[in-house]
C-alpha cells in the first residue's frame, strides 16, 4: 500500500468555538491508482488534503507511506514525497525556469543539481507548453498556463503521491484534458494521486470516495 490515512480528526477555529471537520476519516492509496474525493461545498476536502500532506497543526489520526508511519518521517521529507497542489497554485516572482526550478531551492534538495534548460523545456513540451519561453514572466502566463506550469513544477521534483485540489477548476476544456493527461501518466508511471472534484468528473478514477458529515464514504462504480 501506497499511502495510508486512518481515522484522521481535524478540528478548526470557528465562530462560538472550534468546529470539527474531519471525525475520523479514512481511505487508501496503492500505487497506479487514481483515488477521486466529492462531496458538498464546505465538506472539507481542502482540509483532508491538507491534513495527508501535514500541513495542519493538531491533526489527530495515523498516516503512513509505503508502510512507514508518517511520526517517524521528517515533516520536510514527508511534504516532498507526499505533494499538494492547491486549486490556485501561485506563480512565484520571476521566469518561467525560476519557477520549474523552485522545489530545488529548499533544503530536503539540498545539494542536489536543478534540472538544465534542456529538461525544462522537454517537460513544457510535453504538455504543450512548447511556445512558452523559459524566460518569460511566469505571472504573465494564462490561468490555464500556470495550472500545467505549476503541474510539471511539482511531477519534477519526484513524489510518490500527487494531492491535487480541484486540479481543473476554472481551467477551460484543453487545459483541463492536458491537466487530467499529466495525472494519468503520473500514476501510470507508478505514482498515486489524491484529486478533490467538484465540478467535473474526472477519468481514469479507479476509486471515489465520498466526504460529508466528516467522514468518507467509498463510491460503487456506476
Known sequence: MLLKAEGLRVS???????????????????????VDVGGPSGAGKTTLLRAIARLLPGVEGDLALDGRDARDV???????AVA???????????SVADNLRAPWALRVRAGAEPPSDQALAEALGRVGLDAVALGRDACRLSLGQRARVAMVRV???GPR??????PDANLDDDSAAQVEAMTLA???????????R????GQGATRRYRLAGGALTPEVAP
Open 74 to 80: 521528517a515533516p520536510h521529507e514527508w511534504r516532498a
Open 198 to 201: 467538484h465540478h467535473r468528473r
Open 186 to 196: 503520473f500514476a501510470d508511471a507508478g505514482g498515486g494521486v489524491v484529486r478533490v
Open 84 to 94: 499538494l497542489l492547491p486549486q490556485a497554485p501561485a506563480m512565484l516572482p520571476g
Open 12 to 34: 478548526l477555529p470557528a465562530e462560538g468555538g472550534p468546529h470539527e471537520v474531519l471525525s475520523g476519516a479514512s481511505l487508501t492509496l496503492d500505487t497506479g491508482e487514481v
Open 155 to 157: 511531477l519534477l521534483s
Open 161 to 166: 503521491v500527487l494531492l491535487l485540489d480541484e
